[in-house]
């Protein structure tokens, strides 16, 4: 598990914008695929964003396309997801973590810190 610092969640109302942060103590392009999921109580994990190994491609759930953005920089560890357009539906605790192998089938496998939580009011 990498120690993280997820950041950048909040209350906001449905149309507006967040971005989280995901602070590692090392990312390397040569991880396993990592990315970002979300939450609900009694509900199953979702993945929404995903980082090929080699950092080459990232993927979106259908949910999100063209709403959300991920990106890194992994000079100083760190994965962002800029969240546009928000939705009530988008509210749940998003982590950062890995997922597995085949990253496009976004499939979350480790959450690396406790997560942020996201509330859209409409």
């Known amino acids: 598990q990498v120690p993280v610092v997820e950041s950048g969640g909040g209350l906001v109302q449905t149309g507006g914008s967040l971005k989280l942060s995901c602070q590692a103590s090392k990312l390397n392009p040569n991880d396993d695929p990592m990315g970002w999921f979300r939450q609900v109580p009694g509900k199953k994990r979702e993945g929404i964003s995903c980082?090929?190994?080699?950092?080459?491609?990232?993927y979106y759930a259908d949910s999100v396309k063209g709403r959300f953005t991920l990106s890194r920089d992994y000079a100083e560890n760190t994965l962002w997801l800029q969240m546009d357009g928000l939705k009530p539906e988008d509210t749940a605790m998003y982590y950062c973590?890995?997922?597995?192998?085949?990253?496009?089938?976004?499939?979350?496998?480790?959450?690396w810190g406790q997560g942020t939580l996201v509330s859209v009011f409409s």
């Open positions: 980082l090929s190994w080699g950092g080459g491609t990232i």
């Open positions: 973590g890995t997922f597995d192998d085949y990253c496009s089938g976004l499939s979350p496998v480790d959450a």
